[in-house]
């Protein structure tokens, strides 16, 4: 999200003289008048359909009629998503397509998958609904702009009443003079500089104020657009979750690889090493005991830095300590290990699930490595407590600031680990700080 700072807003005169030639509002305006002759067409379209299916369904005709109406909304239904993504930079995805049952094919198929198609169904519901909405807006919108701008040039163009009109000026209400019997009444013509000059002042502020009447007519059109002829939320939510298990599937990936990497640049090529120790100890004890002496104690010297390495790689996979004795004592142990003190407040009645338990876990001490390497912070805390069916933690710290969520950053990767859970990672991190990191998961 993008903020505007105070002192590059455009005061708000200059906004609105500015709106009624603005490429927004114009393409706004086309908007609302392209989309009636449209909705006339798909009106007809659909109701036909409708119609003619509905009565046909006696016979075996009525289901070929009624789907290829459904098909027919479904192509409209992507010429207005078109429209409004070109003029309205509404940007709504395609809805999921025509699924048809497994093992089967042909006409009757794709016959029974659009007549189940929930989609297809609101995309034929759009066409009934959205002409009177856009028959309204049109008139309204369209009116409005004719109104204003002629009303604003009518000084200019006065002089067509009296060549095309046989009138001197545009008339209005009486003057109250009452001439002969049955009374007649004068209409009052608008040609001095009075009533010319309020005219134009009406047309301007009809002027002004039309293109925020369209953006709100717009809205509407927004709406419907987006909720008829998008995807469907349980569509959605499968694509999030889709993209979710992907992310998942790509994080054990790279901690199968980490671990591998670690094994076999640490432990493994330590306890080669030892080996290679031990043998050369063997064949020096008999003849060399004080070279051998010496070759064992540097193979114990490897054996204790091998295990040290092994101790670290299984705590990066889950410690024992987080097993045992819950997300307080482990976050404690974490936070010692920082180069910064740290205070640790865990206020949990009971202990989560032991996968979002790991998540808080490794959360924790992923953050508190930023701190040490990148902060400059003197001072952290670490949150964490419980609100309804969420687990919320926040990390602060005193540091220079400018932590950032953006592609490529470690805070990047972790927010996008908490997504794969419904999980979410805000950071407000302002230059020369403090940083407050906040992240958000289910309980279960």
Known sequence: MTTVTPSLRRPWWLVLVRAPLARQSMRE???VVTGLPLACIAFCYAFGALAFGSALLITFVGLPVLAAGLAGCRALGHLERARARGLLGLEVGDPEP???????????????????????????????LHLPWSFFSCVAGGLSWCAGWA????????????????????QVGTDGVTVGSPRLTHARALDGPVELALVAGCGLLV??????????????DKVLVGGLLGPSWLAARVTELETDRGVVVDTAAADLRRIERDLHDGAQARLVSLAMGLGMAKEKLG??????????????????LA?????????????????????GPALSAVSARCTVPVSVTVELDQRPVAAIEGIAYFTVSELLQNISKHSGARRASVEIWRSGERLLIQVTDDGRGGASVAAGSGLAGLADRLSAVDGLLMVHSPTGGPTAVTAELPWR
């Open 29 to 31: 305006l086309t908007y």
């Open 98 to 128: 025509v699924r048809t049952l497994r093992r089967s094919s042909g006409v009757m198929s794709w016959i029974g998958a659009l007549l189940r198609s929930g989609v297809s169904w609101r995309h034929m519901l759009y066409a009934l």
């Open 151 to 170: 009303l604003l040039t009518y000084p200019a163009w006065e002089w067509l009443f009296p060549l095309y009109a046989g009138r001197p000026a545009l």
């Open 207 to 220: 002027v002004l104020l039309t293109p925020w009447l369209v953006r709100g007519l717009v809205q509407v």
């Open 287 to 304: 003849e060399d005991p004080r070279g051998a002496a010496t070759v064992v104690e540097e193979a114990h010297h490897e054996v204790k």
């Open 307 to 327: 295990l040290q390495e092994l101790r670290d790689l299984a705590r990066g996979i889950h410690p024992a300590i987080l097993t045992d004795r819950g997300l």
